[in-house]
């Protein structure tokens, strides 16, 4: 997700975790910064543009780690503010409770800044690292776009108004905002699951035998459900809304580049995107120079992730490495067009 709803959920978590143990801005900071912490790998350089891409949200986002790191990051924080004791049990809105080390609930709650983080990220179709060092396979659930206000902005509210009204009120909303986000994710992977089967039916009735199909959030909303499906040599496009109403699905198919991926399908660079796509991407070539496209970021023609790979000698050489060739959406076609096929009017894909 976007660094606003990680530091936003980081703030929350420690906040209700922390309660009246200790002053609210106290606990929504170092939350803010237990929410920010894993996403600071996107400032390594891990050599080339692939490798960046694909090395973000490894061991920084590993759930194993983050367990580690977080006994130093909650030391840090009880040693700053030298509170050695605070009321310990399960009320932080009353203060009559025994007493237990501060250090154990500033570890409980940075630890849980820390692991919200990347099964956070997870519910988006990029892929987490969950498990790493044991394996880089890369979870993605997809039910949610990486940026989306109907989550992040019960969260803000509620670390806000704990920061401003400062008494038990004030922790009732920030546990509010927790609860309804929660909520919203759970409709996401409901709604994600609905629009799947309506997508393999689809699928069924048009006789296209797909090897992979792709259900994701378009931006910043649950309700219209982009689609991808794979076969050997082509893939498939659609969009389908919640409030279709029924109405069929039409599917736009391109190439795979299926002669490319056999010829160079081995290649270090392509065989790391064919991995960390789940099979979702494709090969292209213009003047003698390959191109790898991630088909789950973006809609056709315009995808986030997609590679220069450069040409047969220069590849064979070493002398090129991967550069991104993002083509980004012209918002101001964008943006009308996803307002309208969001309420289920059938409405061309505007040309980017």
Do not use: C
Not at 116 to 136: C, E, I, S
Request: net charge neutral; proline share 6%; no cysteine.
């Amino acid at each position: 997700m976007d660094s606003l709803t990680q530091i936003a959920l980081g703030s929350a978590v420690s906040v209700a975790v922390m309660g009246r143990r200790t002053a609210v801005w106290k606990a929504a900071l170092w939350g803010a910064v237990a929410g920010t912490l894993p996403d600071l790998d996107a400032f390594i350089d891990h050599g080339n543009a692939i490798l960046n891409m694909t090395r973000h949200r490894a061991e920084s986002h590993s759930l194993l780690l983050l367990t580690l790191v977080s006994p130093l990051l909650a030391w840090a924080a009880s040693h700053i503010h030298r509170s050695p004791h605070a009321p310990a049990a399960s009320s932080a809105l009353h203060g009559d409770t025994p007493q237990a080390p501060a250090f154990l609930w500033w570890w409980l709650a940075l630890w849980l800044g820390l692991f919200t983080h990347p099964l956070l990220d997870t519910m988006t179709v990029y892929g987490t690292q969950l498990l790493q060092p044991f394996t880089d396979h890369p979870f993605g659930v997809g039910s949610i776009f990486i940026i989306d206000p109907l989550y992040t902005v019960p969260l803000i509210v509620g670390v806000v108004a704990a920061l401003r009204l400062k008494n038990a009120r004030g922790l009732r909303w920030n546990l509010a905002g927790l609860a309804l986000s929660t909520l919203y994710l759970a409709w996401s992977f409901g709604a994600q699951q609905h629009a799947t089967q309506v997508a393999r039916a689809s699928l069924a009735e048009h006789n296209i035998r797909a090897q992979g199909l792709l259900v994701t959030a378009s931006p910043f909303n649950t309700v219209l459900w982009r689609l991808v499906a794979t076969t050997p040599t082509q893939y498939f496009e659609s969009h389908y809304s919640l409030l279709d109403n029924g109405r069929r699905i039409t599917w736009t198919a391109h190439d795979r580049g299926a002669a490319l991926i056999a010829e160079h399908g081995n290649e270090p660079s392509v065989a790391r995107m064919a991995a960390f796509t789940h099979g979702f991407y494709s090969l292209s070539e213009t003047d003698g120079r390959l191109f790898v496209t991630d088909l789950r970021m973006g809609q056709e023609p315009a995808y986030t992730f997609r590679f220069d790979l450069g040409s047969a000698p220069a590849r064979a050489s070493g002398q090129h490495l991967p550069v991104q060739q993002t083509m980004r959406p012209d918002l101001g076609k964008a943006l009308p067009w996803l307002w309208q096929r969001l309420w289920g009017h059938d409405v061309p894909l505007p040309r980017m």
